[in-house]
């Protein structure tokens, strides 16, 4: 079955430090692999996707096929980092149906 | 240019009701796909449509159904309201995958339903 699982509900980091959002992913295939943020009271848009391989507001994400996972990380996290982030999974070939995970809540406190 | 749009913002229904909700994607796309939003469960697929027809549709009762007309823009409805249907409805559209790689989705701002 085609799955994403964010295990962490809430990860609450102090400004500078490092953060790594969790994301695993079930799937037979390729899989396509995204990271989507919500900041309060805006629009889900998109971060960045594995395909791009490209840092995106100093987050960067490597997907790791042999432990089906797509962790999002940044070096320095900034209180701005603040927001609902969603990994999401595509759900195959001619369709632009996504899977998401439940979302994690990253707190930066200054 | 301008966003997805999603009509209207909020609505307030009773139990047993039912109700239409819209969204008018950007110019260019013909692929919308809908997603419910909850606390509990995070954004559950509906439905996705591309040329007016139905593409896929996620694991929700008869209740639930969407259409897309010929400009692209698509309506959901959901009939014999549940308070459980209680959640932000997100549409969002797409330059529509044929192969190769999706395409970036763009969301709107959502439909709020509170269920009474």
Same mark, same amino acid.
């Given at each position: 079955? @085609? #799955?994403?699982?964010?295990?962490?509900?809430?990860?609450?980091?102090?400004?500078?430090?490092?953060?790594?959002?969790?994301? /695993?992913?079930?799937?037979?295939?390729?899989?396509?692999?995204?990271?989507?943020? @919500?900041?309060? #009271?805006? +629009?889900?848009?998109?971060?960045? #996707?594995?395909?791009? +391989?490209?840092?995106?507001?100093?987050?960067?994400?490597?997907? /790791?096929?042999?432990?089906?996972?797509?962790?999002?990380?940044?070096?320095?996290?900034?209180?701005?980092?603040?927001?609902?982030?969603?990994?999401?999974?595509?759900?195959? +070939? /001619?369709?632009?149906?996504?899977?998401?995970?439940?979302?994690? #809540?990253?707190?930066?406190?200054? | 240019?301008? *966003?997805?749009?999603?009509?209207? $913002?909020?609505? !307030?229904?009773?139990?047993?009701?039912?109700?239409?909700?819209?969204?008018?994607? !950007?110019?260019?796309? &013909?692929?919308?796909?809908?997603?419910?939003?909850?606390?509990?469960?995070?954004?559950?697929?509906?439905?996705?449509?591309?040329?007016?027809?139905?593409?896929?549709?996620?694991?929700?009762? *008869? $209740?639930?159904?969407?259409?897309?007309?010929?400009?692209? &823009?698509?309506?959901?409805?959901?009939?014999?309201?549940?308070?459980?249907?209680?959640?932000?409805?997100?549409?969002?559209?797409?330059?529509? $995958?044929?192969?190769?790689? !999706?395409?970036?989705?763009?969301?709107?701002?959502?439909?709020?339903?509170?269920?009474?």
């Amino acid at each position: 079955a @085609q #799955r994403v699982t964010q295990p962490e509900k809430l990860l609450s980091v102090f400004k500078g430090a490092p953060v790594e959002l969790k994301c /695993n992913y079930s799937y037979s295939g390729s899989p396509e692999l995204f990271w989507y943020v @919500q900041y309060s #009271r805006q +629009r889900l848009q998109l971060l960045l #996707r594995h395909i791009s +391989r490209e840092s995106i507001k100093g987050f960067t994400a490597d997907l /790791n096929k042999g432990e089906t996972s797509f962790h999002l990380k940044k070096p320095f996290a900034q209180e701005e980092d603040s927001a609902m982030y969603y990994c999401a999974l595509s759900s195959g +070939r /001619n369709t632009d149906k996504l899977i998401f995970g439940t979302g994690t #809540r990253l707190q930066v406190f200054p | 240019k301008a *966003g997805v749009t999603q009509t209207p $913002r909020y609505l !307030i229904k009773t139990r047993g009701q039912q109700v239409t909700l819209s969204c008018s994607p !950007i110019s260019g796309h &013909r692929s919308v796909s809908w997603y419910q939003q909850t606390p509990g469960q995070g954004l559950q697929f509906l439905f996705e449509y591309f040329s007016e027809t139905q593409r896929n549709k996620g694991n929700f009762p *008869g $209740r639930f159904s969407g259409r897309q007309f010929s400009n692209s &823009r698509s309506e959901m409805n959901v009939s014999t309201l549940e308070l459980g249907d209680s959640a932000l409805y997100l549409c969002a559209s797409s330059l529509a $995958r044929t192969s190769g790689s !999706i395409y970036e989705q763009f969301f709107g701002p959502g439909t709020r339903l509170t269920v009474l």
